[in-house]
């Protein structure tokens, strides 16, 4: 599996980003989780420490999202454009970061996210005040 982000930049606070993720590599199951991670600014490159954003399983019924994430950001999906999206709004300084996706976890209802094995590159968002 590969998962390519991509919609970063550079935004006002207040402002708006759409951040997407481009699946390929095999059919995606109902269950098949896919997450969105910020990793802080200034850090190499570490998924283990990143902080969970949000998250949404392949058959779209099911979402989790963090707490500072809750109202501002949706998660969606396009199944057939093996895409999922994370439309941010409202954003602050405090959402730059290098925000990465990772796929092949499972949504665990409304109690959190469980990350997979793969990641994308990842796609730099900076939120100036």
């Known amino acids: 599996v590969q998962l390519v982000e991509s919609g970063g930049g550079l935004v006002q606070t207040g402002g708006s980003l759409r951040l997407s993720c481009a699946a390929s590599g095999r059919t995606f199951g109902a269950n098949y989780g896919v997450g969105w991670f910020r990793q802080a600014p200034g850090k190499e490159r570490n998924t283990a420490a990143a902080t969970f954003v949000a998250a949404i399983n392949w058959s779209g019924r099911n979402t989790y999202y963090s707490d500072s994430a809750k109202g501002r950001f949706t998660i969606s999906r396009d199944s057939a454009k093996n895409t999922v999206y994370l439309q941010m709004s409202d954003l602050t300084p405090e959402d730059t970061g290098v925000y990465y996706c990772?796929?092949?976890?499972?949504?665990?209802?409304?109690?959190?996210?469980?990350?997979?094995?793969?990641w994308g590159q990842g796609t730099q968002v900076t939120v100036s005040s």
């Open positions: 990772n796929g092949g976890g499972t949504v665990l209802g409304t109690v959190g996210y469980a990350r997979g094995d793969t």
